[in-house]
């Protein structure tokens, strides 16, 4: 069942099931994204503020933009993004870390100018294994309006 | 010669080179963190709001983090990124659009617990070819001072 517009409601959370990073791919990603010491060379992480390799931050977005899309917009009718706000990377992320994602409904607004649209703002918290949330995030997005004639 | 928190002051601007996106690399990106119809999938794109496959917008973000990383922190002493406000997606980016990154310093602040690091925020702003903007976003970012003894 597609979850439109009138479907979602502040409050409404909407939880991933969990991703486990791994060194590898923390690597790679910041080798093409984000090559900074600490996140693409073990030995200069040990010496930073961070003690060890972190993620990127982008990587960890990237990722919760993963568990969100695959297992919470494939029942939305989601049209887009148009900004997000009040990212905050809370703690890093380390080797080994299993993420998951809430994503929780704060406001919803019919948009004025299209008819079949409505604006949709979530907040998006990652958390780890021990539920500390390692980044949050507030997103808005486009979302669908049920088209006229459809039913629940 | 490395810019240390010192170094930097509000108005500082820092350009990039060009990145031009290409069409495989945006449904490689998008199939990996984003597999939106619209970013994976032509002939649903060309249904889409947005007309055409469009990069995901974390890619965006991750391709200004590239340019900026390679070509700006590699002369800052920056030691690691502590959050995102008020990022706006101003205009989709399409396949074959060549972006930029200029970053423009907004505030410094020493930090009042770790003498060696101050805060650093910038505006990222992320331009195609006509120098139009197509993301904005601000981020704040510790950065270290001037090691004691180490002149200019």
Chains 1, 2 share one sequence.
Request: hydrophobic share 35%; charged share 30%; proline share 5%.
């Amino acid at each position: 069942m597609t979850r439109y517009f009138e479907d979602l409601e502040p409050g409404d959370v909407f939880e991933t099931s969990g991703y486990t990073v791994k060194k590898n791919e923390i690597i790679e990603f910041a080798e093409q994204f984000d090559p900074q010491p600490f996140h693409v060379d073990e030995a200069a992480a040990e010496d930073s503020i961070f003690g060890g390799l972190i993620a990127s931050g982008i990587h960890t977005m990237a990722l919760a933009s993963k568990l969100t899309v695959e297992e919470t917009f494939d029942m939305i009718a989601n049209l887009g993004g148009r900004g997000m706000d009040d990212l905050q990377f809370h703690q890093p992320v380390r080797p080994g870390d299993t993420l998951h994602v809430e994503l929780e409904v704060l406001e919803t607004t019919p948009s004025e100018r299209h008819s079949e649209r409505g604006y949709v703002t979530y907040e998006q918290r990652v958390l780890d294994d021990s539920d500390a949330v390692v980044l949050s995030l507030r997103m808005e997005t486009i979302v669908r309006r049920r088209p006229e004639g459809q039913t629940e």
